[in-house]
């Protein structure tokens, strides 16, 4: 019998926040794609440089302001949070670098990034949630949402695709 998970019930003011998450679990998939095809590792390269300008470093800024807001400095949680985006961020650095290339780099990225992500949803956020008085979150969010655009991954050549060759 197939255990059924259900889904969590997430506060509207964290809702933009879980919408960059699927962006980047949809990040994670396509670089699997791309290692699957055999793409040039430039090309991903390229896509992991876009991709954390245009999505996951704002993304990573995000959260930590909203969490420098709500829980002390040496809050083990906020600690958590921080040091597994900087990880992040230097995995993204030592793949820009990129002597030599190294497919494992991208597979360590997604790995990471994929469990970083859903400890944010599975733990972070409904953490939160119990901790925070919603009008604080409320707060928050408001005061987030003038810096906070919906993302876009327009990346070209689409390389995931089923259509795309491997360059």
């Known amino acids: 019998m197939k255990a059924t998970v259900t889904p969590q019930k997430r506060d509207k003011s ?9 962006f980047g679990l949809l990040f994670c998939w396509k670089i699997r794609q791309g290692l699957k095809k055999g793409t040039d590792l430039k090309l991903l390269r390229a896509y992991v440089r876009y991709f954390w300008n245009i999505v996951l470093k704002a993304h990573c800024q995000e959260e930590e302001w909203l969490l420098a807001r709500v829980l002390p ?6 600690l958590r949070l921080e040091e597994e985006h900087r990880l992040l961020q230097t995995l993204v650095v030592l793949i820009q670098e990129g002597s030599p290339m190294n497919k494992e780099l991208f597979k360590v990225l997604d790995k990471d990034l994929t469990n970083h992500i859903r400890w944010e949803e599975r733990e972070l956020f409904p953490y939160l949630q119990s901790l925070v008085p919603a009008e604080e979150l ?6 987030l949402e003038h810096k906070h655009e919906p993302r876009e991954d327009a990346f070209t050549p689409e390389f995931w695709s089923s259509n795309a060759k491997a360059a």
């Open 14 to 22: 964290l809702v933009p926040l879980s919408r960059d998450h699927h």
């Open 73 to 78: 400095q040496d809050h083990e949680v906020r």
């Open 138 to 143: 409320e707060l928050a969010a408001k005061l």
